[in-house]
């Protein structure tokens, strides 16, 4: 995949900014308005998707930090199980930060209301914690599948794949 | 021509059923058994201190259904690495 013009690559650089900020805003606001983690990591997924199509496959490559994003992916799973874990003194997932006044314990009004930040207890965390590893794991996925069609693409005209 | 035929039946069976079963449904907005939805809708907010009862559902009353859909996408990772990986079948 060779990179495209000039004018698809600036208004990458344009608008990859806004992407990455709107893709975090979804993720940390999970617990307030639509959207949460998976959505939210999906959007930022986008991002290296939009990156790789722009600027081609052999810059991407070389930008992209595949260690990275497997710690992030395997990081975030891990922080999404202890804090299951963590709620085990009553039962799995028990939301045990809510409402009491530390981290993401504001009481919230009862009825409609314009929203509570600090509040939710485990529900953001957990959110923060699942778009980490969604945008880990889109995109590994994306990187992977590129790697393997540059490897089929390399080996001639003949598919061999894997096996040559 | 008979493959049309029998293409037709099959398309006014299934439309029919469906019609059936769609004109019976009930009324948007009035669910059948409405007891579960009525408990998250009046007591998330004072139970788990949060506004966006969907999220509430979805990460704190089944958060064990989440963590499933967390594993299920570690898991096509794994498959995608597997299915590409370097190297031959040794």
């Given at each position: 995949m060779y990179s495209l013009s000039v004018i698809v690559r600036t208004i990458c650089d344009v608008?990859?900014?806004?992407?990455?900020?709107f893709?975090?805003?979804?993720?940390v606001h999970g617990h307030l308005t639509p959207g949460g983690g998976f959505q939210g990591g999906a959007v930022v997924a986008t991002l290296f998707a939009f990156l790789l199509v722009a600027y081609g496959g052999k810059k991407f490559v070389s930008f992209y930090k595949s260690n990275?994003?497997?710690?992030?992916?395997?990081?975030?799973?891990?922080?999404?199980?202890?804090?299951?874990?963590?709620?085990?003194?009553?039962?799995?997932?028990?939301?045990?930060?809510?409402?009491?006044?530390?981290?993401?314990?504001?009481?919230?009004?009862i009825g409609p209301n314009s929203g509570v930040l600090n509040s939710s207890g485990t529900i953001a965390l957990m959110n923060m914690a699942v778009g980490l590893e969604v945008i880990g794991g889109?995109?590994?996925?994306?990187?992977?599948?590129?790697?393997?069609?540059?490897?089929y693409e390399e080996s001639g005209s003949e598919e061999t794949g894997h096996d040559g | 021509m008979?493959?049309?035929?029998?293409?037709?039946?099959?398309?006014?069976?299934?439309?029919?059923?469906?019609?059936?079963?769609?004109?019976?449904?009930h009324q948007f907005g009035d669910p059948v058994i409405a007891p579960m939805d009525d408990?998250?809708?009046?007591?998330?907010?004072?139970?788990r201190s949060v506004n966006n009862i969907v999220t509430?559902?979805?990460?704190?009353y089944r958060g064990f259904d989440t963590l499933g859909e967390?594993?299920?996408?570690?898991?096509?990772?794994?498959?995608?690495?597997?299915?590409?990986?370097?190297?031959?079948?040794?």
């Open positions: 608008f990859a900014w806004f992407l990455a900020v893709g975090v805003y979804v993720i990275l994003f497997s710690w992030f992916e395997t990081i975030g799973l891990l922080v999404f199980m202890g804090t299951g874990l963590l709620g085990l003194g009553t039962t799995f997932f028990y939301n045990f930060l809510a409402g009491q006044g530390g981290l993401f314990g504001s009481p919230v009004p889109l995109s590994l996925i994306l990187y992977y599948m590129f790697k393997g069609i540059r490897l | 008979k493959k049309h035929v029998l293409f037709l039946m099959a398309l006014v069976i299934m439309v029919g059923t469906l019609w059936g079963g769609l004109s019976r449904i408990y998250y809708l009046y007591n998330a907010q004072a139970e509430s559902i979805v990460f704190d967390a594993a299920v996408l570690f898991t096509a990772v794994c498959s995608v690495l597997v299915v590409f990986r370097k190297g031959g079948h040794n």
